[in-house]
């Protein structure tokens, strides 16, 4: 499976847009790019996949590039709530997840 | 929603017991697993089962062993605890993956193991 970049924090103010990217420069072209998160002491969160276009549900949208050597996670208003670690993965079809350290998001109020 | 249920958030127990951590899920799905989380170290993969009665190894095994009956409960047991099975311990189910599709693992909120 392929490995994936974060940055390791980010703060956003609350109401604005949470932009979160990843990199993922050596995806395979049968490899989903899938995104949690995870609140203190809680388990992870799926959010949303993807394999090529851009996908939207009513927690986030998820952004890749064409060729697909990135994405960025939108939430479009956070909220004091959405303070967690945010984890990009990618994979296909494997059993086996593999989280790295992920993103620290801090909302700010 | 999907629900994965684990059955204690936190548990303690002592060196040598037998300890039994269990799981439940309401969507019917096929695939299980069990993992476990440590600082520094990521999410690893103990166990999984893709059917009622199967199962196969993770990426470190060693320690524990399995049980899954049913398609809706799927348990990990400590056969002789030890310290250094002191962790956190996440249950996943997911939909099994088609050729086409690939389907997300939902996830428990966790127990939280200590070995004294």
Partial sequence: ?109 | DVKVTQSSRYLVKRTGEKVFLECVQDMDHENMFWYRQDPGLGLRLIYFSYDVKMKEKGDIPEGYSVSREKKERFSLILESASTNQTSMYLCASSLRVGADSNQPQHFGDGTRLSIL
């Fill in chain 1, 1 to 109: 499976d392929a490995k994936t970049t974060q940055p390791t924090s980010m703060d956003c103010a609350e109401g604005r847009a949470a932009n979160l990217p990843c990199n993922h420069s050596t995806i395979s072209g049968n490899e989903y790019v899938y995104w949690y998160r995870q609140i203190h002491s809680q388990g992870p969160q799926y959010i949303i996949h993807g394999l090529k276009n851009n996908e939207t549900n009513e927690m986030a949208s998820l952004i890749i590039t064409e060729d697909r050597k990135s994405s960025t996670l939108i939430l479009p208003h956070a909220t004091l709530r959405d303070t967690a670690v945010y984890y990009c993965i990618v994979i296909a079809g494997t059993y086996k997840y593999i989280f790295g350290t992920g993103t620290r998001l801090k909302v700010l109020a």
